[in-house]
């Protein structure tokens, strides 16, 4: 009798556990499906990118195309400096589909970037079991701000920014640590190392992080050499795996900055002067919700190796942050910047919304166990009734968020410029593959990267840090005066020192772009809208 009670219960047991899986099945599909139907609605009839951001991507995929990588994809002869993984992604999808990188950043992001929720809910699996990752996955979708753009807050975006790209690594990375921890075997710690170069290749703000919760998860106060070697076998397949990006800014560049400019850029929220509106609008429910997650880390027991991660995380993001602010009290200082701040503020936020979620289902255990005096309430019945609860309240919110409204807006006035349609599929089709244009700092960032072209000169945050960026201004304007001026030899020096050939003008004033395509030493050779595109005749050797 005894035994048929055995086999009953373990009978009800087992189908309660695979009702549970279809359940999170069905509950993870439909949270993915709720987000991807308004990412999907805000961009799959777009022509072009929103964000500048997105054009300097197109342009490195553009180059990685043409098969120039790991060139600079705007200053011809120079090397590429930023994080590669992204756009080598988009070119790999390109060359598939025959869909260009400028293309597949403005409609075709919807569906790929589920990629990253998936990711989070991954690792929320890892440090708390399936059912907590789902609510860490309903507070990755929708408690995060919607008024400002995916790359300063994170969250569910159809627009591939390299910051919310590399949260699949790092989610992978910190899920591979875990799992290395908690295992005896050595040769495990290669595995998170791996994952930790490609979340480099992605973005160095989310491999720091990453790289600082992998030293504390592998440290073993027993076994120093243990330790040391664990930290080995993160470390040097890292590098090997982060090669690619490595062999420019370490190998030609040598890390030597010589335009901090980039590295300098301050984000409207994280400029000092607005720091008391930084801390104002964090006193939020969902900070508060945060608050009690991090607060129940402690309080509560915890699987092996969850309180590392965290420590070590919100250490390192709040160490950078704070550096970020003293750049700005104290500019003299030799602070280190690898990253702008605002993405140690984006790294906070991610933290916070996956302890707001461990909170949210810390709140739904807490009602099962009040329940059981009746009678037995699984956890996750709860779970999903707060989960429908807080989606009406947050859903209204999360369909208006800015990626889905602003941001559409914004792409559709790219293509609502007379003539910009048209002459960037004219440069992209028309001019050699490695030509240099002179155009204005944003024509050149803009088009030529849409169009794959190269440049002279680039907005100052965006220009290669790597480069001096004061030659290169200088010679633009010189170009420009002496193109109004009708310099020709001035002007075919100074072309001919970067290779300029071609000269893209947009509108302007009348007296300006009348002087410019009167010079008898450049012939226009394209208009549309408010763009002309000049050849360049007859340029001069700079060593003649």
Known sequence: MEDNRSLHRARVGSFGNRFSTVALTLVVAGLLAIAFESGWAATHDLQWPFDHDLYRDAASAQSMLNGRFPADPYYKGESNWYNPLGPALVAVFSLVTHVSPAEIYARHGAGPGLIIPIAIFVVGWALWGRWPAALVLFAFLFFGPTDMPCWAAPGYSPWLFPNLISLAPFALTLTAGLWAQRRASLWVWLIPGVLLGITFLAHTASALTAGTVLVVLAWNRAGLKTTAARWGLIVIPGLIASAPFLVSIAGRYHLQIQHSAPLNYV??????????????????????AALCGLILLFVSPQPRGVRQVFIAWLAVASTMLAIGYARQAWPNEPWPAPVPAFHWLFQLRLAALILAGYAVWSAASGI??????WRTLPAALPAFGMMIALLVVTYPKFSAKYDFTVARETALQYAALPGFTETVLWLRRELPRDSVVLASPVDSLVLLGAAGKKALFLPPEFSNPYVPYQARSEAAETLYQSLVGHEKETFLASAAKYDVSYVLLSSSSPAFLEACLS????TQIFSSGVYAVLRIEAPINPAG
């Open 519 to 522: 010079a008898p030493f450049v």
């Open 368 to 373: 099962s166990l009040l329940a059981r005096r």
């Open 267 to 288: 984000f409207a929220e994280t400029d000092i002067r607005f720091l008391r509106d930084l801390l104002w609008s964090a006193l939020n429910w969902r900070n508060a």
